[in-house]
C-alpha cells in the first residue's frame, strides 16, 4: 500500500505546486497589464496571457462569484492560493497518518 500513496502524494503535491506558480504567474501579469507595462498587443504576451487565463479561470470563476464585490481589489488568487495550501496540508498529514 506504501507503495502507492507515496509517489501518488509526491505527484499530487508537485501538482499543486506547479498550480500555485501558475496563478502567481497570472496575478502578476494581470498587474503588469493593468499598469500598461506590458503591451498586450505582442503576440508572444497575448499567449502567455492566454494560457494562464485559461488555466486559471475556470477555478477562480466560483471563488470570485462567492466573495462579496470589492471595488477593483480581487483577492481570488490569495483565497485560492490559501485553498491549495490547505488541501496540501490535508494530503501531507492523510499520507502521514496511512504510511505510520
Known amino acids: 500500500m506504501n507503495v502507492i500513496i507515496v509517489p501518488l502524494y509526491n505527484v499530487l503535491s508537485v501538482a499543486i505546486d506547479l498550480y500555485q506558480w501558475v496563478v502567481i504567474a497570472a496575478a502578476a501579469l494581470s498587474w503588469l497589464i493593468a499598469f500598461n507595462v506590458v503591451n498586450t498587443r505582442n503576440r508572444f504576451v497575448y499567449t502567455v496571457m492566454d494560457t494562464l487565463y485559461r488555466l486559471t ?7 470570485r462569484r462567492a466573495l462579496p464585490n470589492m471595488g477593483g481589489i480581487d483577492i481570488s488568487p490569495i483565497i485560492l492560493f490559501l485553498i491549495l495550501l490547505f488541501i496540501q496540508s490535508i494530503l501531507r498529514e492523510l499520507v502521514r497518518s496511512l504510511v505510520y
Open 57 to 63: 479561470e475556470p477555478v477562480l470563476r466560483p471563488i
